[in-house]
């Protein structure tokens, strides 16, 4: 039997927003164990009630967790026990690991993938986030605040985890990577974007379009925007930010004029089309298996979507073990 | 006569956009001059065919202009005669100019008002932006794309900018100070938030409230948003082009659905709530006298707009020449 491991800590609604997508994952995927780690007591209990069938569970226990006050990389010395540092320790221990499930401190988890889950390459990994953009596709933003502060060559690096996720998992031929800038022209940028440019262009492995700009950002123009971490969380944030306040702001509207029962209708097809939580949160490429990293307030659903991804992409594994031969 | 300076130049729509919109100034405001720097000929040949009364206009002629491709700093040696640069000349040359309007490059402006508008303070100067907030207030983002490159010193200057416009122009006592990172918690941010942070806090001229995540960028938790100018124009282009990009698909789904009236009704609505245009671009903070940076893809409207918040700023001059008694 395949696993999933899922990390029960760091999740804003506690461990039971964990257990019940748990819960669902189970219910819809009948050849599937999850190794949970985390407190043992809680989710005993909770497995019990739920008269879930204990074969399909492992337990590792763990209390300990990095908070978002902490230093992630503090902590790998001084909380080795930590829920995060365990779960990927047990993912990479066994072949029937196939990934897993965190909703932790984003640093704690880049800080996991880079002790425990390395490629034989030693990449730095990211954390991307799959976006839905204008053009009906998606749009794979790298990195989306995993690595705060990059260097050039951390950008030219995420450029290439990007292409290749693009490619292998949603079947991209030749992904167009553009770098987030502040204007399209060559000339702009930050210093880190004005030293990446050259070495993107440079790269005949990549299919470089050159500097996108914020209000472009999922316009569609580019497959895999390259960015640093600050600025990929502000794109990544902002964006979902203000998909929620204009359609609170429609709500408004609809409630003003009478027209509540439309405007509900459209709130509805426009939180589909925007949905940022669905798609998965996000996830570390450059890592020996996938990990998914979810928000801290993710709920159940959210839980039960990114365990559907990591099933298929455990299906399509040419992103984490060289090209599929089925591509 | 109060004139404003317009600078005729860097518009993507060519002059004829910006002299559409002097002209609607002119009939708006009677006592009101206009000074315009570019190609006398074809702002002659329109204030001719448009019957404006010559006595209200000067002409500066200037042919120069700095495009996006050039380096700012060394276009202030190769192109002194700019009509950027002779516009911010002309504007502190006499009491008379009020103010000046330019849709040049960022970079340019500020170079300019470096230049020949600076306040004896020498603060450098920034360029804010006005946005709605959830609120129904506005939130003053500084910087919005001046100064790509920030040092923790330039963003303690900017707050204080910040908090001085919106405090004289939209009358808020005692503006809240956000900074602009991610993650709410004081340990988030990158090294230049990390070093601002302790800054903005030990400052107690300022009511500092902390760290802004992107998705609350606009959610109205602070009236001052600081970050360097690479993250501003992120927040301020992607805020815009997500509005967009769901008015967009709202009125496809309105075309789908056969509900294209209500839908555009809607659509009105929400382009009024959340429009980032006719509020007047980009304003410099810290020049001796106020500019207004419109984008290069200014129409007639935005054009009208900015001279229409010009003549207000001027007339509460608090900013710009010490707290104003009427206040």
Redesign the interface.
Known sequence: MNYIVVDLLGSDKGPSAILEGINIVLNEHSNLGVAIVGPIQEAKTFIKEHNIDESRIEYVDANDTVT????PTECYFKKPDASIFQATKLLTSDKKYIGMITVGNSGAVLMSALRFAMTPEMTRPCIAAVLPN?QKGFTCLVDT?AT??CTKGQLLSFAKLGRDFMKYTYKIDNPRIGL?S??A?K?????L?KETYPLLEADESLNFVGNV???????GLCDVLVC????G??????????????????MK?GKMTG?EA??GE?AQ??MK??DFESLGGGIVLGAAKPIMKCRGSSGKEAIRNVAHMLVNISLNKAVYEGEDERC
Chains 1, 2 share one sequence.
């Open positions: 978002n006050f902490d230093n204008a605040g705060i502060d987030l502040n204007g022209e000339t702009k940028g930050n210093h974007v700009e914020g209000n472009k950002a999922l316009a640093d971490g600050f600025a969380n502000q794109v990544l944030k902002n964006s979902e930010g203000m998909a929620v306040q204009i359609i609170t702001e429609m509207y027209k439309v405007c459209i097809y426009l089309t925007f």
